[in-house]
């Protein structure tokens, strides 16, 4: 009996020891657990923040080129207006200088009244 009982106590140590290594892992992937838990918080608590950074980011890249297309919009507009005051500043040149044409036609030289004068005084 002192050969099963030797026996006996041989298997009771190993699963002692057994028992233990299992409980030592199991310890060490508990701290495994914990660290990565710990991780894991850290990570969604800066997600959280880059995702809070992106939404106003975006708001303000929304305000900046709704501003910029009213810029556009008012540059092409004073654009068109001032093609239209070229346009019609050319348009008053041009009828400008028909009118001091014609006005030039109806109006005699000086050299012509001068003669016109002398004519009339040879007259009287």
Do not use: F, W
Not at 70 to 84: L, P
Request: net charge neutral.
């Amino acid at each position: 009996m002192t050969h099963q009982g030797a026996a006996l106590q041989s298997y009771n140590n190993e699963l002692v020891k057994c028992i233990e290594d299992l409980c030592t892992k199991r310890d060490e992937l508990h701290k495994q657990i914990l660290n990565e838990e710990e991780e894991k918080q850290k990570i969604q608590n800066d997600l959280r923040i880059l995702s809070e950074r992106l939404a106003k980011v975006n708001e303000s890249l929304a305000k900046k080129i709704a501003a910029r297309n009213d810029y556009d919009k008012t540059i092409a507009d004073t654009e068109a207006a001032y093609m239209k005051i070229l346009e019609s500043s050319q348009t008053l040149l041009h009828v400008l200088k028909r009118e001091s044409v014609g006005l030039e036609k109806t109006q005699p030289t000086a050299a012509t009244s001068v003669t016109s004068l002398k004519s009339k005084e040879q007259l009287l």
